[in-house]
Structure formats: C-alpha cells, structure tokens
C-alpha cells in the first residue's frame, strides 16, 4: 500500500494475502431497485456514488488501458473478530470462493474469463478483485457475481471442512519463518487487548474448530452493501456501468442490522516489554515494535517519513549503524498506515557466531537518540521524495489505484490516500524529531529475540476526532492526462513496434513500442549478453557478482546517490541476472527515459567495486544461505536443481550445494569481480526493448551515446543447455521443527517451444496445474481433499535448446504427506489414461487465451516479450501462430501429448519437512 512505509527481505507472515473458495445461506431475490446511484464526490479522477442500500460506489476510468478491474472491500478484517472468532475474516475470505447457487464454480468463471483475481484480509478489511480484458460481457459477469456472492455465497459446512485444512496448511507455513512467528509474538505482547496484537491468520484451535453457524452469522453481519465499496478501474464506459452496479447492487435490501464501531483501546504503555523466541533456526534476530497513532492522524506522515530515514538502505540511519559495521547482516522496518492506533517494527538479523545483544543495543540507542541526533535535511528529503515517487508512479495505472485504495477505505475513506499524499509534502525535519521525541520512547517500546535452538514514561495516542471534517469539501488535483484506447492484438502491436540496430558494429538490437500511456509511463529492459564458456568456466561467482554490484556505486556516483538520482528521475530500475546475461528492468517517464539510460550507461561502463559494498554483499549472502538451510522450501528447490542440472563443478550450469556456496562468497575477492568485468564484459551483444510512452529518436540517441561504441573484450557465446533425463527418485529430507512441508515433482522433456507438441502441452499443464483453483491438481488436492494451500504445475520449454522442464509443486502438514502424494500420483495417472474432456479443453482455450491478452496489455510484460523477440529474431507473429496452434488442438491431441511425455514414473519426488515427528507419533 502507498501510505505504508516497508524495507524489508523474506517478509510474508502478515501480508495476510489469501486466496479462496465459497459457502451458502438464504438467497436474496431481486427488488425493483429503488432510486439513481447518488453522486457524493469526484477526486483527481475518481468519482464516488452511493446506491439507497448504502453501497459505496467509486469508479477510476481509463480508456488508455485494455483491462478492467472490479474490487469489492468489506470493512471487516481481524480487528472485528470476537473471541474464539480469530482467523474468521481470513477463513471466510476462502470460502466466498466456493460458489453461490447462480456461480456455482467460481474459481472456474474466473479462469474462463481469463481474469487474475485474488482476496486479501488485513486488520481493517477484506477485498476480492478480479481484472480482466474490457469488455461489456466480461464487465456483466463481474458484476453479476461480485453482487451474488455479496449475500448469497453458500458458506457450507462441507466447504468449511475442506477448507479448514487449507487455511491450517497456510497457518503452518507461517510457522516455519522464525522472523515471521518473532513478530507475532512481538506484537501480541505489545497489544493487551487490542485485537491488531492477533495475526489475520488467527489461531490455530480456532481454525479447527469454529463453528459453521458463526461464520455465517459472522458472513450475514458483515457482507452487506452498507459495508461495502465497490471499486471499478481501467477501461469501461461510466454510465453503462453506473446501470448494471444500480441493476446487480441496487436490488440487495439494506440490512436491518446496525454495525456498532469497534472501541477497545490499549492502555498506555508503562513500560519496556519484553519476548523471547527459541526454535531451530540459523540466524539470531532482535525486533523493537512501538505503538502510534492511525493512519488519518496528523502525526502519520511525519511518521512514516521518518521510519523511512531509519531503514532505507543504503542511506537510513538504522541501516547505517546496524549493517554497516558489520554487527548485522540485514535489517529492515515498517509502519502500516491502519484505522486504529497502530505500531512501527523495526527487524535485524544477526548471524549466530555475533552479538545478539550487541546489535539490540546499538538498535535502542539509535532509536533513543533521534532527539539529539535526527535526520538530516537530505534524509528527510529522500524519504519523502521515495514515498511520493511511488505515489505517482502507482496513480498511472487505474487498475493498480482501484486495488491501492482498500488500505484507505480501510482507514474510514477513500480520500485520505490523496490526504496523505498532501502530508507528505509538508512534513518538516522539525516535525520528524517531534514525532520521534514523543512516540519512540522506551516505556514505548517491545523487543524480541529470536535464540536459534534471552521512572516511568507515558506516550499517550490521540485519536482521531473528526474524520468528516478533514475530507469534508477535498476536491484533490487535476487528474492525471489519460492515454490512447490501444489495442493489444498480435497484428496491431507488430504494425507499430519500431525495430532496427544501433552502435558502430551493429552492436545494439532494439524494439520499440511507442503509445500514449496514462502518465507517459513506459517500461523497458536492457539486456547485455557476453562471454563464452571457456572465460566463464571457474568464475560464476565473480560473473554473478558484477551484475550485482553495478549498482553500488560509479565512478560518478555513489550508491546512496545513484538511488537519490533515480527517486529525482522518478524511475525505478534492478539489475539482475547469472551466467553471461545482465538485465537492466525499467519503469519511468517518457521524458526522463533518456536520463534514465545516460544513468545506466554511466553505472555499467564506469562501475566502481566499492570494497565496502562487497563486504556488505557478502556478508548478507551468506546469512541468507544460513537462513535457507533450515528453510524446506530452499531445500527441496536446490535439491531439484541439482538434479535436473547435470554439470560437472565450475561450469557456469553446476548448482552448489549450501556448502559450496558459502565456500565460494568466503574465497572471492572483490579483486576477482573487477577482473572479471574487465575481461569478460560488454555490450558487444546488447538488446533494448520498450513498451509505453516513448520518444524514438531520443531513446535511440540514448542508446547510441551510451552503448554505441561499446565492445566486449571477448566474443559472446551462449552456452547450451543440453537435455538430459534425470533418475527417478524418492527423496525425503527431514527439517526439524517446521510445521509445513514441500513437494516437488519433476522431470526434463527433450523438447523446445518449436516442437510440434510443445502447444499441447502448455494446454495440458494448464489444465492439469494452472488456472484459478479449478486444475485437476487444485480441485483434487485443495478443494476435494484439503491437503495444501498452495499446488500446481509448471511447464517451460526453452526456445533454443530441446529442453523442457515439467514440475509439480505442494505445501502441505507432514503428517499428510502420504495422503498428498496418492492424491498427486492418482490425479497423473488418470489424465493419462482418461485424459482430460472437451468441456475443460473449451474452458482451458478461452481463459489461457484472454490471459495472454492481458499480458500483452500490460507494459511490463511487452518490455520482457519484445526483449525476447529481439534476441531470438521472432515478431508477434510467433505467438499469434502460436495461439492458433493451440486454439486448433482437440482433446485427443493434448492427451496424446500428455500421455507420451508426463510420467510419475520418470520423476524426481523431493519432499522436505519434519516427519520424523508426525511419524514418531503414529498409532501402531
């Protein structure tokens, strides 16, 4: 969210995101829908509408865009949840999903309709979204089931019991992330009462056990219209729409019922708490949380700005006095903007041969000394300056604004984003030491400590007294320009995207796809390619390293000024990529592309190698592999690696062990990586791509100035990456005291993406893998059994080498590892013997289709797609022939297909988690 101040690695455990399934109670029946939608407001763009129900109404139109998103927020999350009640709004969110009695497959329409849906639970709401290609019919049906399952969604017993274990499974994979459980335990000794001290994923014993009658009390209460606002963004005709929101909302009755505002508060802090953690685990951790004022209060961006001075990186002030001197190996910081008085944490990682104690203390005493060290006039300025820079960058895309605004509607309206906004602007580095004076207090204050297997103050919080009064009459700013209607077919994008070569030899590949964008964004990626295998055998290390540390600082800048100089640009750019391949990714203005590129010509031709930032790198590297060492998750995939990977040590292909990695960080220099760079890279093979509002001249005039004279010291040669069958094998690794487990299947195909089955089987792992919740594996394994949160399939096939890889994933609780994989090898074995029907290959075609649509919509992904172009000398054409290939396909080709090449019998089965307890426990 915009108004949320977040620098952090590997945090999942309170995003709370949550995807699901439905659940029935007594149909509504439609009335005569009793009056207009009333206009209430219209803010830079956005335009607000009340239905006589009580329905909030806000529509975002851009007919710039080919997609349109429908959300819905409930105001309801975890902070509304009685006791016993935890989890409820998260568990309920799954089971909206299960149908109604008009949408009886949900996750079915949803994949026929090609749309990319998902529900989130938080503190303060739950939301449901779907966006999808513009059209009128897929608009009605988004409509018509978002109202449905409004009131209607069955929430059956049936459902719940399935579904219970799938919740439970994610609740577990929470559990094995000490970070993740630290921070729970934090914030539940921070909170006496207050229910933001529970985590959204709620408790375990109330998750098995909670009854169906109250979640369908729970779901009656608040799932109604006047707890609600539905959000329409992107590319639809306002007064059609404003028709079928007053046809599909305006005949639900207004309930009967009064929602009463939530009014527990917590006493104020009287003193310094404290919490400890011991679980198996490889990295030390100390977090401090502190409570603050909501998100609406006026002290709140003054607040956020100054979380941002503390853990931006390189620069914050935390950052600095924890990671620099080498005591941390990371850390990180967050103050989500929330409806209620709320909380800052602050996280550290230590490695285990440290001071845990040391960093803690170092941690509190930059923390207490903010009065009589404050940040500086630059450090509130570049905090600001990122915190607005990703404001507007996220106001170009309708779609991306309609979903940003559940966190305001969250706090109480919808305008307080724009408020926020506003804010920032005027806080003051006085105002950043008042907020710091008078919140960060240790009587304030609650540490934790993660051990892998140790006079008093007031800081009273105000409220917020009259939230009326602060929106009341906010009329915003002049809504951002709108771009051009494109139209994202294969034929139209081919007819417009610009191509050719740039630099003295050639060097440089472009293709550009100029169009008026909403903002005049544009998205690119620079790609370089260099060296061979004989300069690159021996040095993957090195070679990773200089694409790494490109970014650390120039000759010209360093790199706190290179990310000061990309928040001025108000572009964003990574840099990443592995063996003899470096990508530049870009998202900025048309205007400042130029710059943008002047910027990357100057970091990839001049590059510094700052000695510290490689120690930094280093030791930060090698606490993460400490970190996945215990993680199953990094255990089965390297394993899967190793396995399908068959190179001998030092090739560029060979997959290291944890060991071997860590042997490899502790011998390089940073010697070693300037050499490499110096003999190995260049932009002798270089291709440029973009998608969005762009000047042509100017880019290539940038690309030609930049790279134009550039060579390689030696030619580039792509290594192959030959096919070879791996050996079947069961493979079962124990990970002490981790509550979820890892699956993973998989076996290499000798195919690419020109051979003749190559389209039937992207059908056929889609049908049986991919989709929303309605694969064979999902439906089987998830919604039948309710054995995992998270299973599927991938399938990917290189362009140029004949090989493949197909692989099979799932999450799930130890002690159902048995269950879990019957059900997966039943689920193969009868796609190959009955395959799959004419029914789901119909529905397969049309979802896989309008889901490439929606790519091809979006800038990002055309970037990446004419980049790939450019490489393998393809247009759209390609993937036009492509779809048509596999709009042809019959049910028995895609079965033959699968039949011939998927075998349980030829895979590799890794399953990582701690069965040795659930087996231990086993009734003879």
């Known amino acids: 969210m915009p108004n949320q101040t977040v620098t952090m690695r590997n945090f999942t455990y309170l995003s709370l995101v949550c995807l699901c399934l439905g659940l029935p109670l007594t149909v509504l029946h439609a009335q005569e829908a009793s009056g207009e939608p009333k206009m209430i407001t219209s803010v830079e763009g956005v335009t607000e509408y009340e239905l006589d129900n009580g329905l909030t109404v806000l529509l975002f139109p851009d007919q710039s865009v080919p997609t349109t998103t429908v959300n819905v927020t409930y105001k309801v999350g975890s902070r509304h949840e009685a006791y016993g009640e935890t989890g409820m709004a998260h568990l309920l969110e799954h089971l909206v999903f299960k149908g109604t009695p008009d949408h009886p497959n949900i996750p079915q329409e949803l994949t026929e309709h090609g749309a990319r849906p998902n529900g989130t639970t938080w503190y303060d709401r739950t939301n449901y979204f779907e966006t999808f290609s513009a059209s009128d019919e897929n608009l009605e049906w988004a409509l018509d089931m978002e109202a449905d399952r409004m009131v209607n969604s069955f929430i059956a017993a049936d459902d719940l019991e399935s579904e219970m274990t799938v919740v439970r499974n994610e609740y577990e994979s929470g559990e094995n992330d000490p970070t993740g459980v630290l921070m729970e335990r934090v914030l539940s000794t921070a909170y006496l009462w207050h229910n933001y001290g529970k985590s959204t994923i709620g408790s375990k014993a109330d998750l098995e056990n909670v009854p ?87 002290d709140y961006p003054a607040l956020a700005v100054l979380v941002n001075t503390l853990v931006d990186e ?20 967050f103050a989500p903007a929330l409806a209620e008085p709320g909380f800052a944490l602050f996280n550290a990682n230590v490695l285990k041969e440290n001071d845990l104690a040391a960093v803690e203390t170092a941690l509190k005493n930059t923390l207490d000394s903010l009065a009589q060290n404050p940040p500086t006039e630059e450090q509130v300025k570049r905090a600001k300056d990122g915190i607005l820079k990703n404001f507007e960058l996220n106001q170009r895309d309708a779609n ?13 309206d919808w305008r307080l984003g724009y408020i926020y906004r506003d804010r920032v602007e005027q806080v003051t580095v006085a105002d950043v030491v008042r907020v710091a004076e008078k919140y960060f207090k240790p009587e304030n204050r609650t540490i934790g400590r993660f051990y892998p297997v140790e006079k008093p103050e007031r800081s009273e919080i105000p409220e917020v007294n009259d939230l009326n009064a602060m929106t009341e009459g906010y009329t915003g700013r002049e809504a951002i320009a709108e771009g051009e209607e494109f139209d994202p077919s294969y034929d139209n994008i081919d007819s417009r995207t610009v191509t050719g070569t740039l630099g003295e030899n050639d060097n440089i590949e472009y293709m550009l796809l100029p169009k008026e964008t909403r903002g005049n964004s544009v998205n690119a990626q620079l790609v370089f390619r260099f060296g061979n295998l004989a300069v690159q055998e021996g040095r993957s290390e090195a070679g990773d390293k200089v694409g790494q540390m490109l970014m650390m600082g120039s000759e010209k800048y360093s790199r706190q000024e290179i990310q000061d100089k990309l928040d001025e640009l108000k572009a964003r750019v990574n840099a990443y990529g592995s063996d003899g391949v470096l990508v530049f990714s870009i998202e900025a203005e048309n205007e400042r592309l130029p710059e943008v590129i002047d910027l990357i010509g100057e970091v990839a031709r001049h590059p510094a190698f700052p000695q510290v930032e490689f120690d930094k790198m280093v030791k930060e590297e090698l606490a993460s592999i400490d970190e996945q060492r215990s993680d199953p998750q990094s255990i089965v995939f390297q394993e899967m690696q190793r396995r399908t990977n068959d190179y001998p040590e030092g090739h560029p292909y060979y997959v290291p062990t944890f060991d071997e990695r860590q042997e490899q960080l502790k011998r390089l220099t940073v010697e070693e990586v300037k050499t490499f760079y110096e003999e190995v890279f260049g932009g002798g093979n270089t291709t440029f791509a973009a998608s969005g509002d762009l000047d042509v001249e100017a880019v290539k005039e940038a690309l030609t100035r930049n790279f134009g004279d550039w060579s390689s010291p030696v030619p580039f040669e792509r290594i192959p990456r030959s096919y070879a069958a791996v050996d079947p094998e069961m493979v079962k690794i124990e990970t002490p005291d981790k ?26 792992n889609y049908m049986l893998g991919g989709g929303f919740l309605n694969s064979r594996l999902a439906t089987r394994i998830r919604q039948q059994d309710g054995l995992s949160y998270g299973v599927g399939s991938q399938f990917s096939a290189s362009s140029i080498d004949d090989r493949s890889v197909f692989l099979s994933y799932a999450i799930y609780n130890p002690e159902n590892r048995e269950a879990l994989e019957k059900a997966f090898r039943e689920e193969i074995d009868k796609v190959r013997t009955e395959g799959f029907t004419q029914e789901e290959l119909a529905a397969a075609k049309s979802g896989w289709k309008q889901n490439a649509a929606v790519s091809r919509a979006q800038d990002d ?64």
């Open 861 to 924: 992904s055309m970037a990446g797609q004419l980049e790939d172009n450019a490489y393998l000398d393809r247009t759209m054409q390609w993937d036009k022939e492509l779809e048509e290939k596999m709009m042809s396909l019959t049910p028995e080709q895609v079965n033959a297909a699968v039949s011939k090449y998927i075998d349980v019998d030829k895979m590799v089965l890794l399953r990582a988690g701690d069965f040795a307890k659930t087996e231990s426990v086993k009734k003879p």
């Open 212 to 298: 169906i009658e109250r979640l369908q009390g729970f779901y009656k209460k608040y799932y109604q219209p006047d707890n609600a606002v539905l959000v329409v963004a992107g590319k639809f005709d306002p007064e059609r729409t404003l028709e079928l929101v007053e046809e599909k909302f305006g005949s639900i009755p207004r309930p009967d019922r009064e929602l009463y505002e939530t009014y527990t508060r917590e006493p104020v802090q009287d003193g310094e708490r404290f919490v400890e953690l011991k679980r198996v685990g490889d990295v030390q951790v100390v977090q401090a949380a502190y409570h603050l004022p909501a998100g609406p209060h006026p």
């Open 739 to 764: 509550a979820n487990a890892w699956f993973v299947a998989t076996q290499t195909l000798p195919i690419n993406d020109a051979h003749p089955d190559y389209p039937a089987l992207v059908l056929g």
């Open 400 to 412: 991306r604004v309609g979903l940003l605004m559940s966190a305001y509607i969250a706090q109480g």
């Open 314 to 333: 390189p620069g914050g002030i935390l950052y600095k006095a924890l990671v620099e001197n080498g005591d941390a190996s990371s850390m990180w910081g």
